[in-house]
């Protein structure tokens, strides 16, 4: 099973600034990556899947890259609503799907 | 548009099965894949397995045991049963869209989710 490790695990910046968020798999997953963005008490919302391409209605603000072992979601300047949990998963070596245990991103 | 909707106990005794329907509306279950995904308090997403509209499944291997997921094309639903049940078992129980052709192995649309927690 691939394990996915997330960096920082919680990341503090300021409305307004950048953030940028890691995601590292153990061995290769090549572009099939996805981020969701979880707001406590709510479900999970697709951000990003193929490790770059933004799904239905999401903000250009919201970009992703990487391919292989290493990714990145950034976010170019951070609104209220944006402050939450990020999960990445792979889908490349499945079953199982696996996500990383998640990055808190909050106000600083 | 489609928006998916769980149901089913919110507690359920240790050594029994737990047993959610998630109903689909706005579209057809009748294409892509369904999946099951759960997140215990405080924990990662786990996922637990999906469903074809043929019946075809694929199940986590760690659960692979103790699932079955199962699809009512009529009623536009689709189910998990978990089997002998632990306090591990205790989390969010989301349905979810996925994997679909445009997105992959991603899960594009999911269900608000529902709590079950096992203890006696």
């Known amino acids: 099973e691939i394990e996915m490790t997330q960096s920082p695990a919680t990341l503090s910046v300021s409305p307004g600034e950048r953030a940028t968020l890691s995601c590292r798999a153990s061995?290769?997953?090549?572009?099939?990556l996805a981020w969701y963005q979880q707001i406590p008490g709510q479900a999970p919302r697709l951000l990003i899947y193929?490790?770059?391409t933004r799904a239905t209605g999401i903000p250009a603000r919201f970009s992703g890259s990487g391919s292989g072992t290493e990714f990145t979601l950034t976010i170019s300047s951070l609104q209220s609503e944006d402050f939450a949990v990020y999960y990445c998963?792979?889908?490349?070596?499945?079953?199982?799907?696996?996500f990383g245990q998640g990055t808190k991103l909050e106000i600083k | 548009q489609v928006q998916l909707q769980e149901s089913g106990p919110g507690l359920v005794k240790p050594s029994e099965t737990l047993s959610l329907t998630c109903t689909v509306s706005?579209?057809?279950?009748?294409?892509?894949?369904w999946s099951w995904i759960r997140q215990p308090p405080g924990n990662k997403l786990e996922w637990i397995g999906y469903?074809?509209?043929?019946?075809?499944?694929n199940y986590n291997p760690s659960l692979k045991s103790r699932v079955t997921i199962s699809i009512d094309t009529s009623r536009n639903q689709f189910s998990l049963k978990l089997s002998s049940v632990t306090a591990a078992d205790t989390a969010v129980y989301y349905c979810?869209?996925?994997?679909?052709?445009?997105?992959?192995?991603?899960?594009?649309?999911w269900g608000q989710g529902t709590m079950v927690t096992v203890s006696s």
């Open positions: 998963q792979q889908y490349n070596n499945w079953p199982p799907d696996t």
């Open positions: 979810a869209r996925g994997p679909t052709v445009t997105t992959g192995g991603a899960f594009d649309i």
């Open positions: 469903i074809y509209y043929s019946g075809s499944t």
């Open positions: 193929g490790a770059s």
């Open positions: 061995q290769s997953v090549s572009s099939n």
């Open positions: 706005g579209g057809s279950v009748s294409s892509h894949y």
